[in-house]
């Protein structure tokens, strides 16, 4: 067997080969501009084709998900370079593949034909991909250029929101009847142009187009052509409607090892299918989703975005974090006197509220994970809670006796470790119950529970635990 790797370069090297080439071009194109003379148009011509000649055909063998990596890691001057280079027929299937912040740049400098053009040569799914994105005037003439059929599964399409089954579904699968046999089916797939993509079963459908069975190809493949489909065809099967929550479709793919599975309306009828790329798609857009908005970050920001842009996409959480940091200093200013008289707690206090936000961030990590993968419920909360609360309240044990033994061996203090020991449990008993309660109340009131969640559980532990530490010191100590 042949290695993957040997038979073509890997996108990293792609990536360099691409950015080398882009170097030489401006670095020729700029000495020829300073030349001057009666043939420098001739000159400076045959320079800017050279590079982008031998660039153009190292786009061509690329894969369209390559490309698109590609174009995200350029600055937007090079990478339009590169979108002009690469051939018309493979725009639509490079804009699938890019991010959304990175579709829009491209997007920006396209015109309406070269949009439409684009458009047209997807399937109605990859086309409702895109529509959020395309200008209402391409969308309109996209529709004029579609078939009936075409244009009802395009509405169809439209009308499921981002995170729901019908969101991922496709419309491009192979039903056939249960009393043909399996040489009819055969017959019926040599005469297709291809099989769709990630085609392991056939859907058998009655003539009211409501499913009955599934066909997988390897029963179709193995078993005698005489036989009727009815026969083989598996009863028991996974299917999904199309306003199920994509997350369920996302479990059951991963619990079942699915390949495809069916999408059917309320009657039973056959609307789709989702398969197994469509789902890995939308489970890395979700962990990537996850850790921006855990990181404060409004939208998925192109690395190469204007620096206002930028500002605009991160300045939210920052004004939440500002705010936050202003309540932790007066919370310090209320005993500023206490600090005064015993100046060992201000080199202190940054350990309890740090050791507290990592805690905070360990607990509000495994809530998240949970809810994402339907762990919790109303019976188990309870019982989850009571746990984190163990955790932390041994932890605390153990770190703070540690951290109190360090305060006493430096500055020989034994109330001040007891004091440590204490403000260490008690912030991180905060810091459980919080990364508990956050996530909770952010799902209840129907917002992404990683929403902010990292900037809110250290604003809290922070200015926690310095009014614990230092609540604690001022009554013990003073």
């Known amino acids: 067997m042949t290695d993957f790797g040997e038979q073509r370069p890997s996108v990293q090297e792609s990536l360099e080969q691409v950015i080398a080439l882009l170097h030489k071009h401006e670095l020729v194109e700029g000495l020829v501009q300073r030349q001057e003379g009666p043939r420098q148009d001739l000159v400076e011509n045959l320079v800017h084709r050279l590079h982008l000649v031998e660039l153009q055909k190292l786009l061509d063998g690329l894969h369209p998900a390559d490309i698109a990596h590609i174009l995200e890691a350029l600055p937007l001057e090079q990478r339009l370079i590169v979108w002009d280079l690469v051939k018309a027929d493979r725009d639509g299937e490079i804009l699938l593949e890019v991010s959304d912040a990175v579709r829009e740049t491209l997007i920006a400098n396209m015109d309406e034909k070269e949009l439409v053009a684009a458009t047209e ?12 994105d395309l200008p209402r005037e391409v969308m309109q003439d996209v529709f004029k250029s579609l078939s009936a059929e075409e244009r009802e599964q395009l509405r169809a399409a439209l009308s499921y929101p981002d995170g729901t089954v019908g969101g991922l579904m496709d419309f491009d699968m192979v039903e056939v009847r249960d009393d043909v046999t399996l040489e009819v089916v055969l017959r019926y797939l040599r005469r297709l142009d291809e099989m769709p993509d990630h085609t392991d079963q056939l859907f058998v459908v009655d003539r009211q187009e409501r499913l009955q069975g599934l066909l997988p190809v390897n029963r179709l493949l193995v078993t005698d052509p005489e036989t009727v489909v009815a026969s083989v065809m598996q009863n028991e099967f996974v299917q999904f409607h199309p306003e199920q929550e994509a997350q369920e479709a996302a479990a059951a793919f991963e619990r079942y090892d699915l390949v495809s599975a069916a999408v059917v309306d309320g009657k039973g009828k056959l609307v789709g299918r989702v398969t197994v790329n469509a789902v890995v798609d939308y489970i890395r857009q979700a962990k990537d989703s996850e850790i921006l908005t855990a990181g404060g970050l409004k939208e998925e920001e192109d690395i190469f975005a204007s620096v206002w842009r930028s500002v605009k996409n991160r300045w939210t959480w920052l004004a939440v974090n500002l705010v936050t940091a202003f309540v932790a200093s007066r919370v310090i200013g209320v005993f500023e ?18 050791i507290g936000g990592n805690s905070g961030n ?6 998240v994970r949970a809810l994402a993968l339907g762990q919790i419920t109303r019976d188990n909360a309870r019982k989850l809670f009571a746990k984190e609360l163990g955790v932390s309240a041994l932890n605390g044990l153990i770190w703070g006796g540690v951290v109190g033994v360090f305060a006493f061996v430096i500055y020989h ?5 007891v004091v440590m020991t204490g403000a260490m449990m008690l912030n991180l008993l905060l810091a459980a119950v919080m990364g508990v309660a956050i996530p909770l109340v952010m799902q209840r009131l129907g917002r992404d529970p990683a929403l902010g969640a990292s900037v809110m559980i250290t604003a809290i532990t922070d ?12 009554i013990f100590l003073i």
Do not use: C, H, Y
């Not at 040569?121 to 959020?132: K, N, Q, V």
């Not at 006197?337 to 740090?354: C, D, F």
């Not at 360990?362 to 809530?367: E, L």
């Not at 203090?413 to 470790?417: C, K």
């Open 463 to 474: 200015s926690g635990g310095f009014f614990i530490f230092l609540g604690l010191a001022t």
């Open 337 to 354: 006197e206490s600090i005064v008289k015993i100046v060992a707690l201000a080199a202190l206090m940054p350990i309890i509220a740090g």
């Open 413 to 417: 203090n034994w109330q001040l470790g």
């Open 362 to 367: 360990q607990t509000i990590t495994m809530i």
């Open 121 to 132: 040569r997807l399937d109605t799914d990859e086309i409702a991909d895109l529509a959020p």
